[in-house]
């Protein structure tokens, strides 16, 4: 787990005011199948397509049970949960849900790429493989992983990735399901693939091992 410090919800303000400017939108399905039709660059299967089945027979299960659909970062994923109280970050976003909630599906070797939201967020593991949580302040590393899983010496259940921070994820088996939880709550207009930064893209290939495989 991350050591403890302060509480950082400011620093997507930062990361913003020094020219990694969002995408804006809304999370939804339409939403990505737009940004496709837009030609806005991302790093991800068409999400106009269905997810790919997944080889595992209870992930195969849970796509079908949880109505899962492709995310823009890899995996797949449906939000269950968008608070009808809204918040004002500090930071100088526009008002946003208190906190959302999704569940978030790693299967055969796909991987959750390095990407960043303006707010914190809890990773909760929830059943199938243990998880690697990958968190990285700057591109280009250094960075820390944390084992999400069954609680044991080493392995947590949750861990949480600071807001503004870089982070990517995957699955050391067959499959992993999670559960996230944002606040203040999701939107697009909060995220953004390092891979659609040339330069930070670069800086983190350069590094090389689990930072340059997960851009």
């Known amino acids: 787990m991350p050591a403890p410090g302060p509480h950082r919800t400011e620093i997507g303000a930062a990361f913003w005011a020094a020219g990694r400017r969002p995408v804006a939108g809304s999370c939804s399905r339409a939403y990505l199948v737009a940004r496709a039709a837009a030609g806005t660059p991302r790093t991800s299967r068409n999400p106009s397509e269905p997810v790919s089945e997944p080889s595992n027979p209870r992930a195969r299960e849970l796509v079908r049970i949880l109505g899962l659909q492709p995310h823009p970062e890899g995996g797949a994923f449906r939000e269950v949960f968008r608070s009808p109280l809204t918040v004002r970050p500090a930071d100088g976003r526009p008002d ?3 906190l959302t909630a999704i569940y978030f599906l790693l299967a055969d070797g796909a991987a959750s ?8 967020e809890s990773w909760c593991w929830l059943e199938g493989d243990p998880l ?3 968190c990285m302040p700057d591109a280009g590393g250094p960075a820390r992983c944390q084992t999400l899983g ?8 949750l861990g949480t990735v600071f807001a503004g921070e870089w982070q990517a994820a995957r699955t050391r088996g067959a ?9 203040p709550g999701f939107d697009f207009a909060d995220f953004q693939m390092l891979a659609d930064l040339p ?4 800086r983190a290939r350069a590094a090389g091992g689990e930072v340059a495989a997960l851009v």
């Not at 790429?113 to 914190?120: C, E, K, L, M």
């Not at 069954?150 to 259940?157: L, R, S, T």
């Not at 330069?199 to 670069?202: F, K, L």
């Open 132 to 134: 690697e949580l990958w």
């Open 199 to 202: 330069a930070d893209a670069e």
């Open 175 to 183: 499959y992993t399901l999670v559960a996230c939880m944002v606040g």
């Open 113 to 120: 790429r390095w990407h960043r939201v303006a707010s914190d």
């Open 150 to 157: 069954p609680v044991a010496d080493g392995v947590h259940a």
């Open 96 to 98: 946003r849900s208190a």
